[in-house]
């Protein structure tokens, strides 16, 4: 099954500024996932990132606000754009380890806002 | 919109006790997944079931899914400290099982006071 290395783990931002977020797996995967979470709650999807096509977008979740990029079968970046305290939040990368077996999670960054 | 009912949200008990976590939907699932998750850890999965009626254990974890593939349960027997993080449990809805996309439960909270 895939390992996914997710960096930054935390940090801290000012508003106003961005924050990239990147994961890396160690094997090919089709789809990478995108997912925000306040500590102790479930996850929310903000979007999927296919290779060579736009990422896809959940409701609620617009591509200007967070960006992504997904250029290899093996690496996606999310970006947190203009950030404001309501950011603030635990954001994790996902990617199916193999078809319908379950899903490998990065450990997630913790983001403040202040 | 497709929702997975998590109860218990809360869950304080003794070592020893045993606890059961619910999952409910609507909706069926071509799949359904249990995670869990530790502070500051990305979610791990710890088991899968695809089956109507299907029972997998692990351990001291016995998962159950629903003969409709609508809702599932994890019962933890004799539970340790070593047990309490948060639980999730997430399905793969059968209408969208292409997009790879889970549904998430809103998670249970476990404590096993020593």
């Known amino acids: 099954s895939a390992v996914i290395s997710q960096k930054p783990s935390r940090d801290i931002c000012q508003r106003g500024t961005s924050l990239t977020i990147q994961c890396q797996v160690d094997?090919?995967?089709?789809?990478m996932f995108w997912y925000r979470q306040q500590p102790g709650q479930s996850l929310t999807l903000i979007a999927t990132?296919?290779?060579?096509?736009?990422?896809?977008?959940e409701s609620g979740f617009v591509i200007d606000k967070f960006p992504i990029s997904r250029p290899n079968l093996t690496f996606s970046t999310l970006t947190v754009s203009n950030m404001s305290p309501e950011d603030s939040s635990i954001y994790l990368c996902?990617?199916?380890?193999?078809?319908?077996?379950?899903?490998?999670f990065g450990s997630g960054t913790r983001l403040t806002v202040v | 919109t497709q929702l997975l009912e998590q109860s218990p949200q809360f869950l304080s008990i003794q070592e020893g006790e045993n606890l059961t976590v619910y999952c409910n939907s609507s909706?069926?699932?071509?799949?359904l997944q249990w995670y869990r998750q530790e502070p500051g850890e990305g979610p791990v999965l710890l088991v899968t079931?695809?089956?109507?009626?299907e029972v997998k254990k692990l351990k001291r974890l016995t998962f159950q899914f629903g003969d409709a593939r609508k809702d599932s349960s994890l019962h933890i027997t004799a539970a340790q400290p070593g047990d309490t993080g948060l639980y999730l449990c997430?399905?793969?809805?059968?209408?969208?099982?292409?997009?790879?996309?889970?549904?998430f439960g809103q998670g249970t909270t476990l404590q096993v006071k020593p």
């Open positions: 094997s090919q995967v089709t789809m």
């Open positions: 079931v695809v089956t109507g009626g």
């Open positions: 909706s069926v699932f071509s799949s």
């Open positions: 997430a399905g793969a809805p059968l209408t969208s099982s292409n997009t790879g996309k889970l549904i």
């Open positions: 996902s990617a199916e380890r193999d078809r319908g077996l379950g899903y490998t």
């Open positions: 990132a296919n290779q060579g096509s736009e990422a896809t977008y």
